[in-house]
């Protein structure tokens, strides 16, 4: 099965996400609604410019092992948020 349809299956297509580093190292998509995108999307601007990382923490569950070797999750609730100095890998 081809990602779009995946995501078009799972009713995610244009719902927000955001790639995270697992303790482990391991890159993965989380998808959430719009409600708890909101609590981390500010925390998102200048991560980079900044030197700074935020770490989530979410309850949700893998809805997939993934596609180009990046598991994908839905975050029913975004727990806590919090940023702090470090590198941020993701990359535009």
């Given at each position: ?5 995946f ?12 790639k ?20 981390i ?52």
């Amino acid at each position: 099965m081809g990602y779009y349809k995946f995501l078009k299956e799972q009713n995610l297509v244009g719902k927000p996400f955001f790639k995270l580093e697992t303790d482990s190292g391991e890159i993965i998509n989380v998808f959430t609604n719009r409600a708890e995108y909101n609590k981390i999307e500010n925390e998102l601007k200048g991560l980079n410019r900044d030197q700074e990382e935020i770490i989530v923490l979410f309850r949700g569950e893998k809805i997939s092992k993934g596609f180009f070797n990046e598991g994908l999750y839905f975050a029913k609730k975004i727990i806590s948020v919090e940023k702090k100095k470090g590198i941020t890998h993701w990359r535009k």
